[in-house]
Structures are given as structure tokens and as C-alpha cells.
């Protein structure tokens, strides 16, 4: 079995970055700067963006974060995102979801300047990704396919199953599989799946995105296929994926743990969506 590491992966892409901010910063004056905005005070959406902030940090991309409290009403946070859109400094615009409950969030994220979605959430970013032309794509779903990339995992003619169908991450990552040069046979499952154990021991590439703890087990999986995890759930033994990884590991040929595996990759290329956005923006 190998691990496939996605906190060195991301530490890697990092040091890439860090060259390559600075090389954009010599040329342009001034650093690729992101808009990090989180509303209300849910505590793991705190650790979501503190992490973010950071990893600015560490690539010398410039984060300016903003906290409105959960009460902020519509409209207010609807002026916060215009602003953004105008400053000529921001690159890149997340606001980290979920949004306290009375906030629209599609309404939100369709305000957000489409040459600013670093979170690729924006129709626009969807729709380009849909249709296969160049843009912003889904953070984590991008770094699943970059840890696929890195670690060679042969992709053309094989069969993926992804396991959620959200918008975030399962329907995006579906897209993301099947586009041309990639080249998997894809099938996207979700909570009506009908034997959804019979669908992922198909799977040559089993992503999980449910959200439920340790939900695929290991009499579902392949003998030798690629197991993905992008599950990160709360329990009393801490963290957890969606897939039983101990279960698992002597008989998958490649695994990504929880924590380290898919979360990390996911920060990673938020950086690397916004250098891309600077670029894209400035020329
Ligand atoms: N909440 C869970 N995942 C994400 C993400 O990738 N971006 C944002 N903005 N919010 C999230």
C-alpha cells in the first residue's frame, strides 16, 4: 500500500509557490493578495480560515481577513463583497461556508467577480469548468486531482467512482474525472444510490465526499484501487474520514490518511488559485 501524503504534497506545492509569488511580486509591485471572510464564529470554520491565513502567509501572498458577525444582514455582507470585488488589490475572494443560518449563500457567492473566485464556486467557474474551458476550479477537488498527477496514478480508461454529489466537491470532481486527458470512466453516486456497495467495488478510483465517518468500509473496496478520502468528520476518537482506512489499507494499492491527505491539498491550491488570479488579472 502506498500513502499518498498530502501534507508533504502540499508542502511541496507551497515551496513552488513561494518562488513563484515572489517572481510576481518583483514584476508587479505589490503581492497577490486574497479576501478572507468569515462570518459568525463556527468553530471549525475558524480553524478552516486560520489555516488559510497562514499558508498565505507562508507562500508571501497577502490575506486581509474579514469578520462580520453572525448577525450581519444580507445586504451588509452583500456591500462587503462589492467592495472586495472593486479593490484592485484583492486577487481572490473566499468566503468560507457554511454562512449562520437567515444568510442566502448562492446569492453571495454569485456577487463574487468571477475573475476572483479562488473557491471556483461562481456559476461562471462552474459553467467553464462544465464545458471544459480554462478557469478557477473547486479547491478540493483540483487537489485530488493534483495528488492523482503527483503520485502517477494512471487515470485514462479507468473506472471512478465519487461518492457525493455536492457541489463543492462530488459534482465538480465527477467533471473534473471525465475531462479530456484525464479520462476516467465516472460514475456519481449519492445518498439514493441503489447498492451503493456493488457501484464502489467497481471503482478503480474511489473518491469519497458523504460526510459521514467511516461510512465506506472495506468489503466495498477493490482489491488494489485508489482510495481518496475527503471526508473530515468530528468524532469522540477526533478526526475521521468517510472511508475505514485501517480496515482498508492492506488491501487498497494507494490511500490518502484523515488528517493529512486531502485537507492540506485543498489550502494548497486555494494559494495556487490565487497566484493564477493575479496573474490572470494583471497579464
Ligand atoms: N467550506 C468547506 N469547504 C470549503 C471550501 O473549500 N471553501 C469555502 N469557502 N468554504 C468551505
Same mark, same amino acid.
Given at each position: 500500500m502506498k500513502l499518498i501524503d498530502g501534507?508533504?504534497?502540499?508542502?511541496?506545492?507551497?515551496?513552488?509557490l513561494k518562488t513563484e509569488v515572489a517572481a510576481l511580486k518583483d514584476r508587479l509591485g505589490r503581492a497577490p493578495g486574497l479576501a478572507v471572510v468569515l462570518v459568525g464564529e463556527d468553530p471549525a470554520s475558524q480553524v478552516y480560515v486560520?489555516?488559510?491565513?497562514?499558508? $498565505?502567509?507562508?507562500? =508571501?501572498?497577502?490575506?486581509?481577513?474579514? @469578520?462580520?458577525?453572525?448577525?450581519?444582514?444580507?445586504?451588509?455582507?452583500?456591500?462587503?463583497?462589492?467592495?472586495?470585488?472593486?479593490?484592485?488589490?484583492?486577487?481572490g475572494i473566499l468566503v468560507q461556508l457554511p454562512l449562520p443560518r437567515g444568510l442566502d449563500s448562492q446569492r453571495i457567492l454569485d456577487l463574487i467577480d468571477p475573475a476572483k473566485d479562488v473557491d471556483g464556486f461562481h456559476p461562471v467557474s462552474m459553467g467553464r469548468l462544465t464545458l471544459g474551458l480554462p478557469g478557477l476550479?473547486? $479547491?478540493t477537488p483540483a =487537489?485530488?486531482?493534483?495528488?492523482?498527477? @503527483?503520485?502517477?496514478?494512471?487515470t485514462k480508461g479507468k473506472k471512478a467512482v465519487v461518492v457525493g454529489r455536492s457541489n463543492i466537491v462530488g459534482k465538480p470532481?465527477?467533471?473534473l474525472l471525465a475531462q479530456p486527458g484525464v479520462d476516467a470512466t465516472v460514475t456519481l453516486c449519492h445518498s439514493?444510490?441503489?447498492?451503493?456497495a456493488a457501484e464502489c467495488r467497481q471503482a478503480d478510483i474511489l473518491v469519497a465526499a458523504i460526510g459521514k465517518a467511516n461510512f465506506i468500509t472495506a468489503d466495498m473496496i477493490k482489491d488494489g484501487a485508489v482510495v481518496i478520502d475527503v471526508g473530515m468528520n468530528r468524532t469522540e476518537k477526533g478526526l475521521a474520514g468517510d472511508c475505514?482506512?485501517?480496515?482498508?489499507?492492506?488491501?487498497?494499492?494507494?490511500?490518502?490518511?484523515?488528517?493529512?491527505g486531502v485537507g492540506p491539498m485543498t489550502i494548497a491550491m486555494l494559494m495556487v488559485n490565487t497566484l493564477a488570479a493575479c496573474r490572470r488579472r494583471m497579464g
Amino acid at each position: 500500500m502506498k500513502l499518498i501524503d498530502g501534507k508533504a504534497t502540499a508542502q511541496t506545492i507551497r515551496e513552488e509557490l513561494k518562488t513563484e509569488v515572489a517572481a510576481l511580486k518583483d514584476r508587479l509591485g505589490r503581492a497577490p493578495g486574497l479576501a478572507v471572510v468569515l462570518v459568525g464564529e463556527d468553530p471549525a470554520s475558524q480553524v478552516y480560515v486560520r489555516n488559510k491565513i497562514k499558508a $498565505c502567509e507562508d507562500t =508571501g501572498i497577502v490575506s486581509k481577513a474579514f @469578520r462580520p458577525e453572525a448577525s450581519v444582514s444580507q445586504a451588509e455582507l452583500e456591500d462587503l463583497v462589492r467592495r472586495l470585488n472593486a479593490d484592485p488589490e484583492l486577487d481572490g475572494i473566499l468566503v468560507q461556508l457554511p454562512l449562520p443560518r437567515g444568510l442566502d449563500s448562492q446569492r453571495i457567492l454569485d456577487l463574487i467577480d468571477p475573475a476572483k473566485d479562488v473557491d471556483g464556486f461562481h456559476p461562471v467557474s462552474m459553467g467553464r469548468l462544465t464545458l471544459g474551458l480554462p478557469g478557477l476550479r473547486p $479547491c478540493t477537488p483540483a =487537489g485530488v486531482m493534483e495528488l492523482l498527477r @503527483r503520485y502517477d496514478i494512471p487515470t485514462k480508461g479507468k473506472k471512478a467512482v465519487v461518492v457525493g454529489r455536492s457541489n463543492i466537491v462530488g459534482k465538480p470532481m465527477a467533471l473534473l474525472l471525465a475531462q479530456p486527458g484525464v479520462d476516467a470512466t465516472v460514475t456519481l453516486c449519492h445518498s439514493r444510490t441503489r447498492d451503493l456497495a456493488a457501484e464502489c467495488r467497481q471503482a478503480d478510483i474511489l473518491v469519497a465526499a458523504i460526510g459521514k465517518a467511516n461510512f465506506i468500509t472495506a468489503d466495498m473496496i477493490k482489491d488494489g484501487a485508489v482510495v481518496i478520502d475527503v471526508g473530515m468528520n468530528r468524532t469522540e476518537k477526533g478526526l475521521a474520514g468517510d472511508c475505514d482506512f485501517h480496515a482498508m489499507k492492506d488491501k487498497v494499492a494507494a490511500i490518502t490518511p484523515v488528517p493529512g491527505g486531502v485537507g492540506p491539498m485543498t489550502i494548497a491550491m486555494l494559494m495556487v488559485n490565487t497566484l493564477a488570479a493575479c496573474r490572470r488579472r494583471m497579464g
